[in-house]
Nanobody
Framework: EAQLVESGGGLVQPGGSLRLSCAAS????????MSWVRQAPGKGLEWVSG????????KYADSVKGRFTISRDNAKNTLYLQMNSLKPEDTGAYFC?????????????????WGQGTQVTVSS
């Protein structure tokens, strides 16, 4: 059974840093593109950052570009998000997800797994 478990959230002052982790199990981690998605209180989901399976392609939302760094360790089946210069508007629940589209015979199959989330609160 595929599982994603986030950790590393907490309360931090503005300007501080946090490092989120997402431990994966039950699927071939290195084959999946991974993303971080967040949800601020009372708002919808916001895509934050993504990385391809090999780790060579990384994308960021404009709101976090230059402050956040996504990375992965395929030997440890773990995804990371280093968050620096945190702002109050970064507050929210942070989720990781794993995504794969694969051709099996005549059909494309789509796989998407989500973690349960970890809370980040940026406040003085």
């Amino acid at each position: 059974e595929a599982q994603l478990v986030e950790s590393g959230g907490g309360l931090v002052q503005p300007g501080g840093s946090l490092r989120l982790s997402c431990a994966a199990s039950g699927f071939t981690f290195s084959s999946y593109a991974m993303s971080w998605v967040r949800q601020a209180p009372g708002k919808g989901l916001e895509w934050v950052s993504g990385i391809n399976g090999a780790g060579g392609v990384r994308k960021y939302a404009d709101s976090v570009k230059g402050r956040f760094t996504i990375s992965r360790d395929n030997a440890k089946n773990t995804l990371y998000l280093q968050m620096n210069s945190l702002k109050p508007e970064d507050t929210g629940a942070y989720f990781c997800n794993a995504e794969l589209t694969t051709l099996q015979g005549p059909l494309y199959k789509y796989f998407l797994y989500w973690g349960q989330g970890t809370q980040v609160t940026v406040s003085s």
